[in-house]
Nanobody, 125 residues
Framework: QVQLVESGGGLVQAGGSLRLSCAASGRTFSSSAMGWFRRTPGKEREFVAA????????YYRDSVKGRFTISRDNAKNTVYLQMNSLKPEDTAVYYCAADLYSHSISTISGAYDYWGQGTQVTVSS
């Protein structure tokens, strides 16, 4: 069993920054690809960013490229999402997810085995 706990969400003005963290329990973290997804009311959950188990590969949705950075610290069992130049359309609940024992990265939510509870990010205009 893996538990994921997100933190770092909040209210920020457009153009501001936030850093989300996701702390994972268990011994599988360093063998797992990790992803960040987000959901807004009335919309499907959408892929934001993902990182391979080693941290050597990353992938982003087009709308966040150049603004968001995903990273991980396997010694701390934590994955991060640094969000800069935030826009009102980035407002959502952000979830981290773990794809256990996967060394590749996926943009598909169904590929992920465990999910956190989510953290709210609100960007005001």
């Amino acid at each position: 069993q893996v538990q994921l706990v997100e933190s770092g969400g909040g209210l920020v003005q457009a153009g501001g920054s936030l850093r989300l963290s996701c702390a994972a329990s268990g011994r599988t973290f360093s063998s797992s690809a990790m992803g960040w997804f987000r959901r807004t009311p009335g919309k499907e959950r959408e892929f934001v960013a993902a990182i391979s188990s080693s941290g050597g590969n990353t992938y982003y949705r087009d709308s966040v490229k150049g603004r968001f950075t995903i990273s991980r610290d396997n010694a701390k069992n934590t994955v991060y999402l640094q969000m800069n130049s935030l826009k009102p359309e980035d407002t959502a609940v952000y979830y981290c997810a773990a794809d256990l024992y996967s060394h590749s990265i996926s943009t598909i939510s169904g590929a992920y085995d465990y999910w956190g509870q989510g953290t709210q990010v609100t960007v005001s205009s």
